[in-house]
């Protein structure tokens, strides 16, 4: 077995398993803040759409989604989580986003090359995100929690400012190659709700609409994407950004 199958093969069963740990100890994967619940088991999948061939990413993607359907089943904690139950919501849709995420990297590194001024481009639709994202998280938290809005706008507005300027200085130095980085994590985590509402949708809908009126559907899909969708996205680049930087940078010092 040659060297780089080996190493794909270990950062797989390592990832792997932190998926694992991250879906069945309680406000790790699935983070719970009032009546807003946040997904972050997607992140060390996306880590690994940066490091590792398709065919792992996709098995990280199918461990994801097994892990979530046993959680499903065994220990619920939301109306919705019976759906999950069905493979079809919980694993299909994330073995679809773990392959969309390696194509959108792959995308990313495409336009980088070949668009002339990419890095503004690119830094355009990162910063309308991230505007999007806290604007909508921030009221989001307000209405789950009840804390301050005093405290939470400002603290909003640093968060954005410190994202931005950070995302800036990767630009002002050249390296182009580290802001693919975070524009992945943005946008395919976004792709990553879409992809698991749509199939609640399409698969669970006379589950969901006990819930949830037929014509509200679409209403709840956009204010699902644009609240939890973009608030995971925004976590996923503060968390899962330096990591990918590091270990692209400890594999470059053992080449």
Partial sequence: ????????????????????????????????????????????????????????????????????????????????????????????????????????FDLFKWFDKKVKNSDIYIFLIVTILTVFALYYASGVIID??????????????????????????LIRKNDHKQTVIPSTFLIATVFHTVVVLGALVIFEKTFIEQFIPSSELLGFIYTVAVTNGLIEAILAVLIGTPIVIAINQLKAQNI
């Fill in 1 to 104: 077995m040659k060297r780089n199958e080996m190493q794909a093969l270990t950062l797989t069963t390592v990832f792997a398993a932190i998926i694992l740990v991250m879906t069945f100890v309680p406000q790790v994967g699935f983070i719970t803040i009032g009546t807003m619940a946040l997904t972050l088991i997607h992140i060390p999948v996306l880590i690994g759409a940066f490091l590792l061939p398709k065919k792992y990413v996709v098995l990280l993607g199918f461990m994801f989604g097994i892990g979530s359907l046993i959680r499903a089943a065994t220990t619920p904690t939301g109306v919705l989580d019976p759906a999950f139950v069905n493979p079809l919501v919980s694993v299909l849709p994330r073995m679809l986003f773990a392959l969309a995420a390696s194509y959108i």
């Fill in 144 to 169: 789950a929690t009840s804390w301050n809005p005093n405290l939470i706008y400002p603290l909003a507005l640093l968060i954005m400012t410190g994202f931005i300027t950070v995302y800036y200085t």
